[in-house]
T-cell receptor, first 114, second 112 residues
Framework: DTAVSQTPKYLVTQMGNDKSIKCEQNLGHDTMYWYKQDSKKFLKIMFSYNNKELIINETVPNRFSPKSPDKAHLNLHINSLELGDSAVYFC?????????????FGSGTQLSVL | GENVEQHPSTLSVQEGDSAVIKCTYSDSASNYFPWYKQELGKRPQLIIDIRSNVGEKKDQRIAVTLNKTAKHFSLHITETQPEDSAVYFCAAGRGSARQLTFGSGTQLTVLP
């Protein structure tokens, strides 16, 4: 009963393809995120959704489109994949406003663009 | 925006010794400072956090200290064990986990 789960764990694809990564959380949190971790391990926020509404959209190419069908799910769709998109993508969730709010990460998706 | 700097980038200690990792931040409005541990191939996991109404927090062998005036905070691990080997990240944010800025990470290696 993983709290934040994402699929697939590994994704290998060719340049120019379109791919999606799915994320689900069963913690009842109202906010979900996508983070990108590059080859130097640097973690950077990409998007944040609160109750299905986009609240943070960092400087990310518009080839990346998050979609939140409900507050327990946040999927990431990537169009026209490029070599530089290769990274580990982490989904995360938190309950914003909770007295002891904490950020929980999913297990990550290793994306390799060939 | 917030800028978080973390040092050192790599740290090797002998088993049983202490390890200290330091971070500085730029946004004086930041008041939430979590630390994450990431083992190889795994997700970052929260190990301890501190909010700016306290200066120090301990949890067994792990402690975090915060100096708001100087805008820096540190992670202290005592009696290190091989299983402490991992990448450790500090982060800073305004009041919540909503928009955390992460440091660049410290690869800690505990030598048996």
């Amino acid at each position: 009963d993983t709290a934040v789960s994402q699929t697939p764990k590994y994704l290998v694809t060719q340049m120019g393809n379109d791919k999606s990564i799915k994320c689900e959380q069963n913690l009842g949190h109202d906010t979900m995120y996508w983070y990108k971790q590059d080859s130097k391990k640097f973690l950077k926020i990409m998007f944040s959704y609160n109750n299905k509404e986009l609240i943070i959209n960092e400087t990310v190419p518009n080839r990346f489109s998050p979609k939140s069908p409900d507050k327990a799910h946040l999927n990431l769709h990537i169009n026209s994949l490029e070599l530089g998109d290769s990274a580990v993508y982490f989904c995360a969730s938190s309950q914003v406003g909770a007295a002891n709010e904490k950020l929980f990460f999913g297990s990550g998706t290793q994306l390799s663009v060939l | 925006g917030e800028n978080v700097e973390q040092h050192p980038s790599t740290l090797s200690v002998q088993e049983g010794d202490s390890a200290v990792i330091k971070c500085t931040y730029s946004d004086s409005a930041s008041n939430y400072f979590p630390w994450y541990k990431q083992e190889l191939g795994k997700r970052p996991q929260l190990i301890i956090d501190i909010r700016s109404n306290v200066g120090e927090k301990k949890d067994q062998r792990i402690a975090v200290t915060l100096n708001k005036t100087a805008k820096h905070f540190s992670l202290h691990i005592t009696e290190t064990q091989p299983e402490d080997s991992a990448v450790y990240f500090c982060a800073a944010g305004r009041g919540s986990a909503r928009q955390l800025t992460f440091g660049s990470g410290t690869q800690l290696t505990v030598l048996p």
